[in-house]
């Protein structure tokens, strides 16, 4: 098929991010915002979730070792699960006598003993708040029968999330010869799947400071819990060989940040590196809003359908962040390979927009479709035939 690509120009805001190749300096999206600091990780990212847009990052591509940020996806995973009834919060489980005697002592645990019944519930908080390792095992067990088939699930899931440089051989990110291994920018297509598919849940399980188990409290790791305004999650990640790492999250009226550390050197490199980040995205960078769904942004060619084109909107809401006192200036392009085929299903992603800021890399959004296309019968394709002889 050919790929046909119009030119929108727009006069309003707005912005989505794809982060620079790992053989890249610090990135930077405006000439004239200064940088955020750059000693606290080799790997740093921060993106604005209500844009799309990448405001730093450096070595964004480059694979690392998670730790228990791995947690974050069997988090996911379980979240999933939940949602299509096949995993229930409530139910009680028992845990496997090699579990406990594998993990016991094993890194942050909730002490699990063998054949202790547990509700799933717990063993999700157990795995988000207190970063436990058995928790995280028994959880797997608990919500597909083995581990194995716990893992093979994660890495379908970040297959179709799009995280193209990370694959996950653990369902608790304990060292495993390498298997495991992220980018940061895949952990940003996870925690926007994390937080916009499950937004309950994840206000559940994700930004506790602390979880009561067995009348003891076990507090969080979490260097934004409780002490970042807005902050809300997500999962911090530490052995010897994967250093410090942190994927973050921070909600201001609505704007939502999201910080990928890695590498750390210490706990308060990683904190204060993290926070700095943040802060610096919040308070250099203002945000306008920009394109809601239902507004009609364009419109792709359609063949074989009861129309001959369909309108293309936007699937949530999207702001724009521009450096601080510059007026925002925007160009962009909807891109899509057509015509597209009929049927077409309202709501589905057929497209996307292509921004573009002076000084800024260009980013991309999702394009939907605003009602669906059938196929045609034969008055259509009378009609179709006969408006094609005219073009």
């Keep these: 098929m050919a790929k046909w690509r119009y030119l929108l120009p727009i006069a309003l805001l707005l912005a989505s991010g794809s982060a620079p190749a790992d053989n890249t300096p610090d990135i930077v999206v405006s000439g004239t915002l ?10 740093a990212l921060l993106a604005d979730l209500s844009s799309g847009q990448v405001l730093f990052a450096r070595a964004a591509d480059k694979r690392f070792l ?3 940020m791995t947690k974050a996806m069997t988090a996911l995973i379980a979240f999933d699960l939940i949602a299509a009834g096949k995993l229930d919060e409530n139910a009680v489980v028992t845990v496997r006598p090699e579990t406990a005697a594998r993990w016991a002592g094993r890194g942050t645990t909730l002490n699990l003993r063998p054949g202790e ?11 988000t708040t207190v970063s436990a390792n058995d928790a995280a095992v028994a959880l797997a067990e608990a919500a ?11 890495n379908t899931r970040a297959a179709g999330l799009g995280m193209k440089g990370s694959r996950f051989g653990t369902p608790n990110g304990m060292p495993d010869m390498g298997k495991t291994q992220v980018t940061a920018n895949d952990l940003i ?5 994390l937080i916009t598919e499950h937004p309950q849940r994840y206000r559940k399980y994700f930004g506790q400071k602390s979880m009561i188990w067995r009348g003891g409290r076990y507090d969080s790791h979490d260097p934004f819990a409780g002490v970042l305004p807005g902050a809300d999650g997500i999962k911090t990640g530490h052995t010897r060989e994967a250093g410090f790492n942190f994927l973050g999250a921070v909600d201001r009226g609505g704007r ?9 050197p210490s706990e308060p490199a990683r904190a204060q590196g993290a926070r700095a980040l943040a802060e610096w995205g919040y ?13 009609v942004v364009g419109a792709a060619r359609v063949q074989g359908g009861d129309a001959r084109q369909v309108q293309l909107t936007v699937p949530r809401a999207f702001s724009l962040a521009v450096p601080q006192g510059q007026a925002p200036r925007v160009t962009a392009r909807i891109v899509y390979d057509g015509p597209l085929r009929a049927p077409l299903t309202k709501g589905q992603q057929v497209a996307r927009l ?9 980013h991309v959004l999702p394009l939907v479709t605003v009602r669906g296309v059938g196929v045609a019968g034969p008055i259509d394709r009378i009609g179709n035939g006969l408006l094609g002889l005219l073009e």
């Design 66 to 68: 998670p730790a228990s």
């Design 283 to 295: 308070r250099l960078w203002d945000s306008h809003a920009f394109l809601s769904p239902g507004y």
């Design 354 to 362: 292509e921004v573009s800021q002076p000084g800024q890399p260009s």
């Design 256 to 264: 939502r940040l999201v910080v990928v550390i890695g590498g750390a």
């Design 34 to 43: 200064a940088p955020p600091p750059a000693s606290f990780a080799p790997i």
């Design 144 to 154: 597909m029968g083995s581990k194995q088939a716990f893992i093979a699930a994660m």
């Design 117 to 127: 019944t547990v509700r799933v519930g717990d063993l999700l908080m157990g795995t």
């Design 189 to 193: 297509r996870l925690a926007t799947a």
